[in-house]
């Protein structure tokens, strides 16, 4: 039986390169790629049974975490991740036209932001327009002379590549999981989790913390989102180091945690790795 792989789509983007090598790295059998119209459709597909995993990117050097990823993983409560993937970004200017003529640049508005300085410079007068995808951008301004899309030249087959790269940080790149609501793994050099606190009171984020350095478990990412209830509330978004730590020491966070947390979701373990 084929695997189905949500990423988002249409074809030609980042994330289908990262939903492919991911595959390949968990050796999915026979895995078929399906690509979706947003990032809360991708996680969408995989928490309503439509695919058997899901690839988002989560975090980027540039801009920080993927807000849409993070609050969709917060909404389900049974997707867990089973393998990050760092991959290299380099952003290309494509239109049918001539720098000089162009008017609209449109992407994704991740790849907008990572690209703004470099517009402001090149393109100043130009209207920035956010597409749901890189892909989607170059599908839109194909045929224009005043509209560009922001996106891969390998996605290109039509367009003229004005620029390239046209990232404002040159060692740009983005984190992208693979996700499944299969049990969650007990090893790996990473681990995830979110948690919501049980009270907005001074100490009460440095109570939690603690407990996960009493742990020895080493936290290399942190970051809050709105909860969406009320202004002042927030979801805490961790990532763990485990390289000098194992699951056990892991295994014990929920129990740590919780006279603290009103919720709290275990990602689980996993491995992170890099494309060269």
Known sequence: ??????????????????????????????????PCNGLRSVVDNLANNLCEAAVV????????????????????KNVFIHRALV?????????????????????????LAQCSKW???HV??????????????????????????IGSKDANEELN???????????????FVILSKNNI????????????????SPGALLRALNCIANLGLNM??????????ELGEYVFFIDLDLKNSNYKDFEKINEELSPFCSQIINFGCYFGSEVE
Not at 88 to 108: A, D, N, R, W, Y
Not at 138 to 148: C, D, L
Not at 185 to 200: E, I, M
């Open 57 to 76: 990117p989560i975090e980027n050097s540039v801009e920080g975490g993927v807000t849409s990823t993070l609050d969709s993983l917060w909404r389900h």
């Open 220 to 229: 290399s990412r942190i970051e809050s989102r709105p909860s969406k209830r």
């Open 161 to 175: 590549v004005l620029a390239y790269p046209i990232n404002d940080i040159e060692g740009n790149c983005t984190r």
């Open 87 to 111: 991959l290299p970004i380099k952003h290309s200017l494509m239109s049918s036209g001539s720098i000089s003529t162009i008017s609209e640049v449109l992407s994704h508005p991740q790849a």
């Open 1 to 34: 039986m084929s695997i189905r792989v949500a990423y988002l789509g249409p074809k030609g983007t980042f994330a289908e390169k990262a939903a492919k090598a991911l595959a390949e790295l968990e050796k999915l059998d026979s895995p078929s790629f399906l």
């Open 124 to 149: 100043p007068n130009a209207v920035h327009l956010p597409t749901n995808s890189t892909a989607e951008a170059i599908r839109m301004v194909k045929g224009s002379i005043f509209r560009a899309a």
């Open 119 to 121: 517009l402001n410079d």
């Open 185 to 200: 793994k007990k090893d790996g050099n990473k681990a995830s989790l979110a948690f919501s606190l049980k009270s907005n």
